[in-house]
């Protein structure tokens, strides 16, 4: 039995091993074969001599993750100990510098994509279940394109799925009527920009909310566009709202295809706008998945669990 000892440099111990060792207890589960000790910011493997390279080889990953993100969760460490994150391009994948200096940056093989669809295509669909980052990421993108001077305007928008009369009846401007379907696009960009220059922006309309029924005879042009809930759009809802697209336009429209709230018998117009915009080149599709949640590590086994309820109960009809 070989005997390795490794020592955690260049990061506080504590960011490796998570609160209350949650993480180093984690990654010692994917090593059943190894004894695994630790001891300040000493960590002790034993046992065969190709495990404890195995172990040193996602060690030295998590580390390196660390040193470019601010924090990693468990399933960051989950995606490093099964070689989904390539550490050797942890660079490319920053987007932005957000609040403090913290870097913004895809996660995922997926996040990556999308962030490689928006930079290549003028119009991108995220589609994927709660957690997974679509919006964060897209979200990221917008304030990257405006910081670069590539667009001048942000504008996020969201169905609104209460709209009309009970929409009507809340206290308000529109602004406030519609703060709370923006609220999660607002938790994004103050991650991303100090709060004194996001209420600057959107006191100069720099960055603009909309309900989606107000994209209507509008052309959006010089801006990164971003429909977010997008299932909640019926298909002339989304027709409407594809035929915005200025000369100069990004648009990311992302979706839950499993989270639909519309009344009962009225249709999205998410999936049939997929099935007939696919294969037109300067549109791109990024399908994410389970293995992208970068919540708590739960969401991933609520999401699982759901799907195979689903299938079971699609078995059964």
Same mark, same amino acid.
């Given at each position: 039995?070989a005997? #390795?000892?490794?020592?955690?440099?260049?990061?506080? *111990?504590?960011? +490796? +091993?998570g609160?209350?060792?949650?993480?180093?207890?984690?990654?010692?589960?994917?090593?059943?074969?190894?004894k695994?000790?630790?001891?300040?910011?000493?960590?002790?493997v034993?046992?065969?001599?190709?495990?404890?390279?195995?172990?040193?080889?996602?060690?030295?990953?998590? !580390?390196?993750?660390?040193?470019?993100?601010?924090?990693?969760s468990?399933?960051?460490?989950e995606?490093?100990?099964?070689g989904?994150e390539?550490?050797?391009?942890?660079?490319?994948?920053?987007?932005?510098?957000?609040?403090?200096?913290r870097?913004?940056?895809?996660?995922?093989?997926?996040?990556?994509e999308?962030?490689?669809?928006?930079?290549?295509?003028?119009?991108?669909?995220?589609?994927g279940?709660?957690?997974?980052?679509?919006?964060?990421?897209?979200?990221?993108?917008a !304030?990257?394109?405006?910081?670069?001077?590539?667009?001048k #305007?942000?504008?996020?928008? #969201?169905?609104?799925v209460?709209? &009309?009369?009970?929409?009507?009846?809340?206290?308000?401007?529109?602004?406030?009527?519609i @703060?709370?379907?923006?609220?999660?696009?607002?938790?994004?960009?103050?991650?991303?920009?100090?709060?004194?220059?996001? #209420?600057?922006?959107?006191?100069?309309?720099?960055?603009?909310?909309?309900? /989606?029924? +107000? /994209?209507?005879?509008?052309?959006l042009?010089?801006?990164?566009?971003?429909?977010?809930?997008?299932?909640?759009?019926?298909?002339?809802?989304?027709? /409407?709202?594809?035929?915005? /697209?200025?000369?100069?336009?990004?648009?990311?429209?992302t979706?839950?295809?499993?989270?639909? @709230?519309? *009344?009962?018998?009225?249709?999205? &117009?998410?999936?049939?706008?997929?099935?007939?915009?696919k294969?037109?080149?300067?549109?791109?599709?990024?399908?994410?998945?389970?293995?992208?949640?970068?919540?708590?590590?739960?969401?991933?086994?609520?999401?699982?669990?759901?799907n195979?309820?689903?299938k079971?109960?699609?078995? @059964?009809?």
């Amino acid at each position: 039995m070989a005997e #390795r000892k490794y020592l955690i440099e260049e990061i506080e *111990p504590s960011r +490796f +091993f998570g609160p209350y060792n949650s993480h180093f207890k984690t990654f010692k589960a994917k090593y059943p074969l190894l004894k695994i000790s630790s001891r300040g910011n000493n960590i002790t493997v034993k046992g065969e001599e190709k495990d404890i390279e195995e172990f040193i080889k996602a060690t030295n990953s998590i !580390v390196k993750f660390l040193k470019i993100n601010q924090s990693v969760s468990l399933g960051d460490i989950e995606r490093v100990v099964q070689g989904e994150e390539n550490s050797k391009e942890s660079s490319k994948k920053i987007i932005i510098h957000g609040q403090s200096g913290r870097i913004i940056s895809a996660r995922t093989k997926n996040q990556q994509e999308l962030v490689d669809k928006v930079d290549k295509d003028d119009l991108v669909f995220a589609i994927g279940p709660a957690g997974t980052g679509k919006t964060y990421t897209a979200v990221a993108l917008a !304030v990257r394109a405006l910081k670069n001077k590539e667009v001048k #305007r942000i504008i996020l928008c #969201r169905p609104a799925v209460e709209a &009309g009369e009970s929409l009507g009846f809340l206290p308000g401007d529109l602004k406030e009527k519609i @703060d709370p379907y923006l609220r999660p696009l607002y938790d994004a960009l103050l991650d991303m920009l100090p709060p004194e220059k996001f #209420r600057s922006y959107l006191e100069k309309g720099i960055i603009e909310v909309a309900p /989606m029924a +107000f /994209m209507r005879g509008r052309t959006l042009n010089n801006c990164f566009t971003i429909l977010d809930e997008a299932q909640n759009a019926t298909e002339t809802q989304l027709k /409407m709202f594809l035929t915005r /697209m200025g000369p100069i336009s990004k648009v990311v429209i992302t979706g839950d295809l499993s989270q639909i @709230d519309l *009344p009962p018998r009225v249709k999205s &117009g998410l999936s049939p706008a997929i099935n007939m915009l696919k294969g037109i080149k300067g549109i791109g599709i990024v399908k994410l998945n389970e293995h992208d949640v970068v919540r708590h590590r739960l969401v991933k086994d609520i999401i699982k669990a759901y799907n195979k309820r689903k299938k079971h109960k699609t078995d @059964d009809d």
